[in-house]
């Protein structure tokens, strides 16, 4: 099994430019979840897709920030138009069952994002 | 009061050394938990589930307090290639933007 795989593993861009991040979960995994990490505030969720559809996105921050999933095998996370407060590791995990309550998720290796 | 909370760090310890290390959650409905490592600048994996009776992997123990809700890992014998960032992860259904969330994590340095 080749676990969650993301892409890209780095990101520069400007402000204002159009970030896609991707992701792909683990076969059979029916629960997708979007997390951004940061020193400051730790593992946060922003959104979270099961059976490829979005049940919550209470944790997006804002309209920049829009996810994706169109197919049990991919997911995408875009940030339009970038902020330099974007700056952060953005991480797609995936898991069994509802939410993965009882199996815990797998983490991709995820992206780091730089906004300058 | 924050969900799940966990003393950030550093615990330096000497190798060979025991360590322990709590988290404690605000949610008493809570159902699931787990002990997360994470190495720096990578991502976090599962290190091991908790269960209500308490379990042992090796060389690590963890172990679960619902009346007083806190888990606790404890790592004996301590190796150089445990230093990590270590995340308490509690998790619960009904309500509420994450099934599972994850606390800030625990710092440890293990010192040769």
């Known amino acids: 099994d080749a676990g969650v795989i993301q892409s890209p593993r780095h990101e520069v861009t400007e402000m204002g430019q159009e970030v896609t991040l991707r992701c792909k979960p683990i076969?059979?995994?029916?629960?997708l979840f979007w997390y951004r990490q940061t020193m400051m505030r730790g593992l946060e969720l922003l959104i979270y897709?099961?059976?490829?559809?979005?049940?919550?996105d209470s944790g997006m921050p804002e309209d920049r920030f829009s996810a994706k999933m169109p197919n049990a095998s991919f997911s995408t996370l875009k940030i339009q138009p970038s902020e330099p407060r974007d700056s952060a590791v953005y991480f797609c995990?995936?898991?069994?069952?509802?939410?993965?309550?009882?199996?815990?998720?797998?983490f991709g290796s995820g992206t780091r994002l730089t906004v300058v | 009061r924050k969900e799940v909370e966990q003393d950030p760090g550093p615990f330096n310890v000497p190798e060979g050394a025991t360590v322990a290390f709590n988290c404690t959650y605000s949610?008493?409905?809570?159902?699931?938990f787990f002990w997360y490592r994470q190495d720096c600048r990578k991502e976090p994996k599962l290190l091991m589930s908790?269960?209500?009776s308490g379990n042992e992997d090796g060389r690590f123990t963890a172990q679960l307090n619902r009346a007083s809700q806190y888990i606790s890992l404890l790592i004996r014998d301590s190796k150089l290639s445990d230093s990590a960032t270590y995340l308490c992860?509690?998790?619960?259904?009904?309500?509420?933007?994450?099934?599972?969330?994850f606390g800030k994590g625990t710092h440890l340095i293990i010192q040769p």
């Open positions: 995990a995936s898991s069994l069952g509802d939410r993965g309550l009882g199996y815990g998720y797998t």
């Open positions: 076969s059979g995994h029916n629960s």
């Open positions: 897709f099961n059976n490829n559809v979005p049940i919550d």
């Open positions: 949610n008493s409905a809570s159902q699931s």
């Open positions: 908790v269960y209500s």
């Open positions: 992860v509690v998790g619960h259904s009904g309500g509420g933007a994450d099934g599972l969330t």
